[in-house]
């Protein structure tokens, strides 16, 4: 599937930039919303995330490079990444939603029905993702509740990387940059950046995992 706005079914909330270099590929994207559980967004994440796990294999496969996805993914990966347990987000979006035959299992809060994690869990082990924030973490919260949802959060923006940049030590900081409970480095926005940086030789490492796969 392509994964610019030439494809007619490309879903426009949906928003991707790639950088390719020689040996890396970087994918910068926001993942559709899927807004409080509208039937006609959540197919359309649906199709998003489908499209997305498909191209991100496919790099995997076809050009051997390390990847690097970072964004807005909205999805919360686990119970790490929200300040309220997924039932308590669920009854919450249950008191929204009036008479739809949604399947229980895409209601809940964006980001957290058990079919949106369903799909990300599916997506980091096609592309064979993995999380690696340093230092770690009890919680990793990058965007504030608002409104009636003060003093919340969810860990929605993430940075995921090829399991090779991991396993050789690859990554030297990767961080969910503001406090949450504070508003600090938030900038005015509901979201903080996350930030990642690799160490200096990190091709070097990768060089010597493919210096081992090729002897006999």
């Known amino acids: 599937p392509m994964l610019h706005d030439a494809d007619p079914k490309h879903e426009h909330s949906g928003r991707i930039i790639i950088l390719e270099l020689t040996m890396l590929i970087v994918v910068c994207l926001y993942v559709p919303c899927n807004t409080m559980n509208n039937p006609h967004n959540i197919e359309q994440r649906k199709v998003f995330d ?18 690097v996805v970072m964004g ?26 009036t008479a739809n035959t949604l399947p229980i299992e ?21 592309a ?3 999380t690696c924030w340093k230092p770690e973490r009890e919680q990793y919260i990058s965007c504030r509740g608002v ?5 919340h959060g969810w860990g929605i923006d993430h940075i995921f990387v090829s399991k090779t940049l991991c ?7 990767c961080e969910i940059v503001g406090d949450w409970k ?5 900038f005015g926005s509901d979201h903080t950046p996350v930030f990642m940086k690799l160490c200096d030789d990190w091709p070097y490492k990768i060089k010597q995992v493919r210096n081992k796969i090729d002897q006999p």
């Not at 790490?80 to 979006?93: S, V």
């Not at 396993?167 to 900081?173: A, E, L, Q, V, Y």
């Open 50 to 67: 489908e499209a997305l796990t498909s191209w991100l294999r496919n790099q995997r496969l076809v050009s051997g490079k390390q990847v």
């Open 72 to 97: 807005d993914m909205n999805v919360v990966k686990d119970a790490n990444y929200t300040t309220k347990p997924f039932d308590r987000w669920h009854e919450e979006a249950l008191k929204k939603t």
């Open 106 to 126: 895409d209601i809940s809060f964006p980001g957290c029905s058990d079919n949106e994690r369903r799909r990300h869990e599916i997506m980091m082990k096609e």
């Open 128 to 130: 064979n993702l993995s």
């Open 147 to 151: 409104g009636m949802y003060t003093g």
């Open 167 to 173: 396993d050789r030590d690859c990554i030297m900081k």
């Open 182 to 186: 504070t508003g600090n480095q938030f």
